[in-house]
């Protein structure tokens, strides 16, 4: 058996995630969860819907809860990060700043993303420490933090040598969309993908050795990446602002039909539609407030009230991904996922040391990617710039680098000018003062 910990165990995906756990325990036999997070009011109310969760499969796993590291860490095989440094108030910041100057308000991609970057890069190094001083010499890090891309990159750089697989659910997420739009289980589908962290795309999709990518791309030409049946897309990707970006993709197809994309390539290719129809005064980040964050910490103290706990926590990609890859990883499957790894030739015409996002074998030591080949010029140079304003941004937090930072802001496609890029990054240093390392 295993133990296993949850850093950032105030998240509302908490909840979501235990139930997966728990569906899949003959695979992953744990005999404790410890729940951490740095906010430990927060987590004690999420954890009153997680244990309860827990409670409906068994009484033999052990449950601890804390804000210190090592309580959290000491001895453990896995540990599931998923924080988010500034919580919903700086997600907030990061969307409606950037749109203030007309720029792309989003949590990882553009301005909002670097933000983001910068907040996260340090906390998730110190993560890393904790789990290498505490933890089994063999423990292994499965991370969902965002911005993951940058993230990646960051840890990469700053612990080379850490036993950390960072991972994303959007691709499994549009896997999801696809196969219902083909009407096929997700399990189903074997498919080719090349990119960095929300910034990919869908070369093949197979379906019992036939290649339906054609007829994917004609649907989501018509309808977008969606079905007419709203119900057959997860639950985490229903709200209105997700219907909104997996039509979005129409406008991708229209424009690029060769290939299918991530969802948030949206935001690179088409930034000035996307600032004109956002609302710069609720964005995604008032949604998740009002919406998720409000009904989960409802349904704690409807729960403590009553013994009754209202909402089932439904497990969706997110929740089965997570733990898909980590049994794999347990149990040295080999299972082949789309995760983020470092290139080495994987594509011999992108940096070796980029952090891309690829299919992957998961085994006890680690992902071994697939090899992909050379990707024609258009992608590579689209990656290429992506890449550069994240390493840069990378170079920017280590070295407390001003200008470093704005060559960042500058080389992101979401930013029309240098001039631009400054003003944005000027207000977001301001913004971040409790969180940013002097630049
Ligand atoms: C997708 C992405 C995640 C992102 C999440 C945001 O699942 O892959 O990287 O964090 O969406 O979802 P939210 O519901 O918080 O906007
Ligand atoms: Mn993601």
Same mark, same amino acid.
């Given at each position: 058996?295993?133990?296993?910990?949850?850093?950032?165990?105030?998240?509302?995906? =908490?909840?979501?995630?235990?139930?997966?756990?728990?569906?899949?325990?003959?695979?992953?036999?744990?005999?404790?969860?410890?729940?951490?997070?740095?906010?430990?009011?927060?987590?004690?109310?999420?954890?009153?819907?997680?244990?309860?969760?827990?409670?409906?499969?068994?009484?033999?796993?052990?449950?601890?809860?804390?804000?210190?590291?090592?309580?959290?860490?000491?001895?453990?095989?896995?540990?599931?990060?998923?924080?988010?440094?500034?919580?919903?108030? &700086?997600?907030?910041?990061?969307?409606?700043?950037?749109?203030?100057?007309?720029?792309?308000?989003?949590?990882?991609?553009?301005?909002?993303?670097?933000?983001?970057?910068?907040?996260?890069?340090?906390? &998730?190094?110190?993560?890393?420490?904790?789990?290498?001083?505490?933890?089994?010499?063999?423990?292994?890090? +499965?991370?969902?933090?965002?911005?993951?891309?940058?993230?990646?990159?960051?840890?990469?750089?700053?612990?080379?040598?850490?036993?950390?697989?960072?991972?994303?659910?959007?691709?499994?997420? =549009?896997?999801?969309?696809?196969?219902?739009?083909?009407?096929?289980?997700?399990?189903?589908?074997?498919?080719?993908?090349?990119?960095?962290?929300?910034?990919?795309?869908?070369?093949?999709?197979?379906?019992?050795?036939?290649?339906?990518?054609?007829?994917?791309?004609?649907?989501?030409?018509?309808?977008?990446?969606?079905?007419?049946?709203?119900?057959?897309?997860?639950?985490?990707?229903?709200?209105?602002?997700?219907?909104?970006?997996?039509?979005?993709?129409?406008?991708? &197809?229209?424009?690029?039909?060769?290939?299918?994309?991530?969802?948030?390539?949206?935001?690179?290719?088409?930034?000035?539609?996307?600032?004109?129809?956002?609302?710069?005064?609720?964005?995604?980040?008032?949604?998740?407030?009002?919406?998720?964050?409000?009904?989960?910490?409802? =349904?704690?103290?409807?729960?403590?009230?009553?013994?009754?706990?209202?909402?089932?926590?439904? +497990?969706?990609?997110?929740?089965?991904?997570?733990?898909?890859?980590?049994?794999?990883?347990?149990?040295?499957?080999?299972?082949?996922?789309?995760?983020?790894?470092?290139?080495?030739?994987?594509?011999?015409?992108?940096?070796?040391?980029?952090?891309?996002?690829?299919?992957?074998?998961?085994?006890?030591?680690?992902?071994?990617?697939?090899?992909?080949?050379?990707?024609?010029?258009?992608?590579?140079?689209?990656?290429?710039?992506?890449?550069?304003?994240?390493?840069?941004?990378?170079?920017?937090?280590?070295?407390?680098?001003?200008?470093?930072?704005?060559?960042?802001?500058?080389?992101?496609?979401?930013?029309?000018?240098?001039?631009?890029?400054?003003?944005?990054?000027?207000?977001?240093?301001?913004?971040?003062?409790?969180?940013?390392?002097?630049?």
């Amino acid at each position: 058996t295993y133990k296993l910990a949850v850093a950032g165990g105030g998240s509302t995906y =908490t909840p979501g995630i235990i139930r997966s756990l728990m569906d899949r325990l003959e695979d992953l036999p744990l005999s404790e969860i410890r729940f951490y997070d740095i906010d430990g009011e927060r987590q004690s109310k999420v954890v009153v819907a997680a244990k309860a969760v827990i409670a409906e499969y068994t009484d033999t796993i052990q449950v601890v809860e804390t804000t210190d590291p090592k309580t959290a860490f000491e001895d453990v095989d896995f540990v599931f990060a998923q924080m988010r440094v500034g919580k919903y108030a &700086m997600r907030e910041l990061d969307e409606k700043i950037p749109l203030s100057h007309n720029v792309v308000g989003q949590e990882t991609c553009g301005p909002g993303g670097l933000a983001y970057g910068l907040r996260t890069i340090f906390p &998730m190094v110190e993560l890393v420490d904790y789990v290498d001083q505490y933890a089994k010499k063999n423990a292994w890090i +499965v991370n969902y933090s965002n911005p993951a891309s940058i993230v990646a990159e960051g840890v990469r750089k700053l612990r080379p040598h850490a036993r950390i697989i960072n991972i994303c659910d959007m691709p499994v997420a =549009t896997m999801r969309n696809m196969a219902a739009i083909l009407g096929v289980n997700r399990e189903d589908l074997v498919v080719d993908y090349f990119g960095l962290n929300h910034f990919g795309w869908f070369t093949k999709v197979e379906v019992d050795g036939v290649d339906r990518l054609p007829e994917l791309r004609e649907h989501v030409y018509q309808h977008g990446l969606l079905t007419e049946d709203v119900s057959k897309i997860d639950y985490r990707h229903a709200d209105s602002s997700w219907i909104k970006t997996f039509k979005n993709i129409k406008l991708i &197809m229209d424009h690029f039909p060769e290939y299918l994309p991530n969802p948030y390539l949206q935001y690179y290719l088409f930034p000035d539609y996307i600032v004109q129809t956002s609302n710069k005064e609720y964005t995604r980040a008032n949604e998740v407030m009002d919406g998720r964050e409000k009904t989960l910490f409802e =349904t704690v103290r409807k729960y403590e009230e009553t013994g009754i706990l209202e909402d089932a926590f439904a +497990v969706g990609v997110h929740g089965t991904f997570i733990v898909d890859v980590t049994i794999s990883l347990a149990q040295n499957l080999g299972r082949r996922y789309l995760v983020m790894v470092e290139n080495n030739g994987t594509i011999p015409n992108l940096p070796a040391d980029a952090m891309i996002e690829v299919p992957a074998l998961i085994t006890s030591s680690g992902p071994i990617p697939e090899h992909v080949g050379e990707i024609p010029y258009f992608y590579k140079a689209m990656i290429d710039q992506q890449l550069a304003s994240e390493k840069i941004l990378v170079e920017a937090i280590t070295e407390g680098s001003y200008i470093k930072a704005l060559q960042a802001f500058t080389l992101n496609k979401t930013i029309p000018s240098a001039k631009v890029a400054k003003s944005v990054l000027d207000d977001l240093i301001k913004a971040n003062k409790d969180y940013w390392p002097t630049l």
